[in-house]
């Protein structure tokens, strides 16, 4: 893969730069042996349809084209080190999570190729599919046997599409004995109806291949600044009020109370702990915790909080206090706790 001209500029001006102009294509990357890995996957289970792969925005499988989407930023990786520093992480960026992310596009682009959405019995199993796209929020049941569990956020549970798509990727996966796996579900019996739609199309060229122009849907004539200004205004949310009762009671320390450490700086020293640790658990982008850690340190210089000298650690009650508001946010799409 040759060293492109734009590798070694700056952030400031790369982030000038627009992505279409980057050259960046998919073969002679590292993206390719993966993208492959799927074609194998797929040969081995008797699917003769290779849905085409391009370079796009994020993940995505357009609404009707059987063709998948990767982001731009995993095909360099000069591009991956500006999506970490912009976002703090990088979506897909092992070969074990590429792999999980693209076997579930897989099912969306066959979804589309094959009309299976309209299948009376696929409706029975997932429920009916609409236009409507998955919605940003919902309530998840994280116990729910109903379900496979494959991406984070219990993502099964937010469409019906998904849904298809989740059990699709389980179902694919090498070496993973999905019978045993999820025995005593309900979501098993999912699981043997795509086994058995599968092998109903195995060897079959798809019989919807409508044409497309790849331009038309990878939004990529933009440039990096406008592209990471968009993301993160997406993830980032305005928090109706920041707990003065919480933080108050976790941060009780007196100004005068001996050598008393501001909470603010406080949380500043702990910030990468925490933010790990919270999003380790509650599988919440890097970014979206960063920001309300943000505002909780700002709201804690506000209120001129502090840890007194005899406190004990705070660092739990801070981390199960950060937890709470994201798993609220997760289910109601507010950190406000309900009242």
Not at 54 to 79: K, Y
Not at 126 to 148: C, E, I, L, M, N
Not at 186 to 209: C, F, N, T
Not at 230 to 255: C, H, M, V, W
Request: hydrophobic share 35%; aromatic share 14%; charged share 25%.
């Amino acid at each position: 893969m040759e060293t492109p001209p734009w590798h070694d500029l700056d952030d400031d001006a790369l982030l000038d730069r627009k992505i279409s102009q980057l050259g960046l294509t998919l073969p002679g990357t590292p993206l390719q042996p993966l993208i492959q890995q799927l074609y194998d996957e797929l040969t081995l289970k008797g699917l003769v349809f290779h849905p085409p792969c391009h370079v796009g925005d994020e993940w995505f499988v357009p609404v009707g084209i059987p063709a998948i989407f990767v982001p731009f930023f995993l095909v360099h990786e000069r591009l991956r080190k500006l999506e970490a520093k912009m976002m703090l992480e990088v979506e897909g960026d092992t070969p074990e999570w590429f792999m999980r992310l693209i076997r579930h596009e897989a099912a969306h682009a066959y979804a589309f190729a094959y009309q299976l959405t309209r299948k009376r019995k696929w409706q029975q199993v997932f429920g009916k599919s609409s236009s409507d796209t998955t919605p940003a929020f919902y309530r998840p049941r994280p116990y729910s046997h109903s379900f496979v569990v494959h991406l984070d956020d219990w993502y099964a549970q937010s469409h019906p599409d998904e849904d298809f798509a989740e059990t699709f990727a389980v179902w694919l996966t090498p070496g993973l004995d999905w019978r045993t796996r999820f025995k005593g579900w309900k979501a098993l019996h999912k699981l043997e109806y795509v086994d058995e739609l599968m092998r109903s199309i195995a060897g079959q060229p798809p019989p919807y291949q409508p044409g497309y122009r790849e331009k038309d849907f990878n939004c990529l004539n933009l440039k990096l600044k406008t592209y990471y200004a968009r993301k993160r205004k997406e993830n980032e949310d305005t928090y109706p009020d920041f707990y003065d009762r919480d933080l108050r009671q976790i941060f009780a320390g007196a100004r005068d109370a001996g050598p008393a450490l501001k909470a603010s700086h406080y949380l500043r020293q702990r910030r990468r702990q925490l933010m790990d640790a919270v999003c380790e658990f509650t599988n919440e982008k890097k970014y979206r915790v960063n920001k309300l850690l943000t505002r909780l340190i700002e709201r804690c210089e506000q209120l001129d909080l502090y840890v007194g000298p005899g406190d004990a650690t705070p660092s739990m009650p801070v981390a199960a206090y950060l937890t709470t508001l994201v798993m609220n946010y997760l289910f109601t799409g507010k950190f406000k706790r309900t009242k």
